[in-house]
């Protein structure tokens, strides 16, 4: 294995870096939203939700970066949200595209224990019915950064799951 590969992503800027990576996504997207009004339809509000995951998965490690088990809970729950965001991603270009049928309705679709948009009103409220996003630069769509951005990180998070585990592992100090 080689060591350089598993001690970039033990480096101490990983779990930060998804953290702000995920501050900036949503500052983003409120940006859009609130100063260049471009509303959010309901695969937008879940790509912000899956966005919140991400964030809130981050905090985790921070807080006991020492611990395997939390570490190794926290990438694997890392993968399983950012799959969720990769596969909203691919929802939206393909509404964008029409490869994907572009009936979404404007119910968030959450459950009422979970009903984000309800309590949150400002940043989970759905506002306009799916069918495109809005360009970023260079005629760069926020669907096509986001699933470009989403395989990425994806990549990123097997790669050090796959790490994690294999360095456990090898020290027979698994969990």
Not at 14 to 20: A, D, H, I, N
């Amino acid at each position: 294995m080689n060591i350089k590969l598993l001690n970039l992503f033990k480096h101490k800027y990983y779990w930060p870096g998804f953290l702000l990576l995920s501050i900036l996504l949503e500052t983003i997207a409120l940006f859009y939203q609130y100063v260049l009004e471009f509303s959010p339809c309901v695969l937008c509000i879940h790509v912000r939700i899956w966005v919140l995951a991400i964030f809130l998965n981050s905090i985790i490690p921070l807080l006991s970066y020492k611990n395997r088990i939390v570490l190794l809970v926290s990438n694997i729950t890392m993968t399983v949200f950012i799959t969720g965001l990769l596969e909203r991603s691919y929802q939206l270009i393909g509404v964008e595209r029409g490869f994907i049928d572009g009936g979404c309705s404007m119910d968030s679709g959450l459950p009422s224990w979970f009903a984000l948009d309800e309590w949150f009103p400002i940043i989970f409220q759905v506002q306009e019915p799916c069918g495109y996003t809005p360009e970023l630069l260079f005629g760069v769509t926020m669907a096509e950064a986001l699933i470009v951005l989403s395989s990425v990180l994806l990549i990123i998070s097997i790669t050090n799951t796959v790490l994690l585990i294999a360095q456990s592992l090898k020290s027979n100090k698994y969990l």
